[in-house]
């Protein structure tokens, strides 16, 4: 059984840091891809950041590139979310999020990802 639990979501001001942690447990053995994605009120849910376990190799969607880096710990099996100058668009529900089948390539596509975490409020104020 695989299972997916956010932390660290908050409120900030804008131009703030925030840090999202994901512990990821069960079984896991292959490579596969990690994501953040968030979701805004009634507005699809958008990716954020991807990574793969086998490597490292990231992808970051151009609204937060630069300001957001995505990282994991294989070890503890944790998937971090380091957020800088936070702006209130970055206001969203964010969601981890688990791809056993990548082959390798990662992509922020939501229907690629087959676990979900439930969710933590990120909330930025201008």
């Known amino acids: 059984q695989i299972e997916l639990v956010e932390s660290g979501g908050g409120s900030v001001q804008a131009g703030g840091s925030l840090t999202l942690s994901c512990s990821v447990s069960g079984n896991t053995y292959i490579d596969h891809c990690l994501a953040w994605f968030r979701q805004a009120g009634g507005n699809e849910r958008e990716g954020v950041a991807t990574i793969y376990s086998g490597g490292g190799r990231t992808y970051y969607s151009d609204r937060v590139k630069g300001r957001f880096t995505i990282s994991l710990d294989n070890a503890k099996k944790i998937l971090y979310l380091q957020m800088n100058d936070l702006k209130p668009e970055d206001t969203a529900k964010y969601y981890c999020?688990?791809?056993?089948?990548?082959?390798?390539?990662?992509?922020?596509?939501?229907?690629?990802?087959?676990?979900w975490g439930q969710g933590t409020q990120v909330t930025v104020s201008s």
């Open positions: 999020a688990l791809d056993l089948t990548s082959g390798g390539r990662c992509f922020l596509t939501a229907v690629r990802f087959g676990y």
